[in-house]
Structures are given as C-alpha cells and as structure tokens.
Nanobody, 121 residues
C-alpha cells in the first residue's frame, strides 16, 4: 500500500512563496492521477490541485488558479505544489492523495501527516 509523505510547509508572509513536496513509499505513484488537498481546522479536506499520471493534464481549484502550480518529476516518484502570491486564507494543512479525475475527490482513505502552511498578513 502506498504511503505518502508531505513536506515543505512553513510560515511565510502574504505575497510570499512555498514549494511543497509529496514523496511516495511502499509502491510507485507513477501510474496514478495525484492531487493536493488542504484542510482548515474543523473542516473536511478541500481540493487544491491535481495532475494526471502522465503529467499532461492539470486541474486547479478556482481559489488557487494562477497562483499555484502542480508538477511531478520525470520519474513520477515525487509531486510538487509551487505556491506563489500566498494569502492568509491559504493557511491550512496540506496533504497529497490519489485523486478521482474530474470529481477531484481523494481516493486513499488513509492520509499522511500533512504539512502546515501558515501565511501571515
């Protein structure tokens, strides 16, 4: 079973940037459509961005379109989320997961530990 580990979060001022990484262990994610989700305190995971298994197709939530960029490395073992022009409302814990393409729903029931992103105003 694939296990996902997120990293790269931190504290940044509004307008700043962060790059999140998602690394898989246990089995490869090269054949999977993958996505980033975030969770605000007391709420469900919210879709942020997705990338197809080939890397050719990408999808974004309206709230992050034109600010965030999702990518995966050539070997497709690591996925990234480049976050630019961060806003205080982006403050959340960010997670990666397999994604159901188009529906933007997570497929794995077990989540990683996530990585906290905090944006100060």
């Amino acid at each position: 079973q694939v296990q996902l580990v997120e990293s790269g979060g931190g504290l940044v001022q509004a307008g700043g940037s962060l790059r999140l990484s998602c690394v898989a262990s246990g089995r490869t994610i090269s054949d999977y459509d993958m996505g980033w989700f975030r969770q605000f305190p007391g709420t469900r995971h919210e879709f942020v961005a997705a990338i197809s298994w080939s890397g050719d197709y990408k999808g974004y939530a309206d709230s992050v379109e034109d600010r965030f960029t999702i990518s995966r490395d050539v070997a497709k073992t690591t996925m990234y989320l480049q976050m630019d022009n961060l806003k205080p409302e982006d403050t959340a814990k960010y997670y990666c997961n397999r994604v159901r393409w188009g529906a933007w729903e997570p497929l794995l029931e077990t989540w990683g530990q996530g990585t906290q992103v905090t944006v100060s105003s």
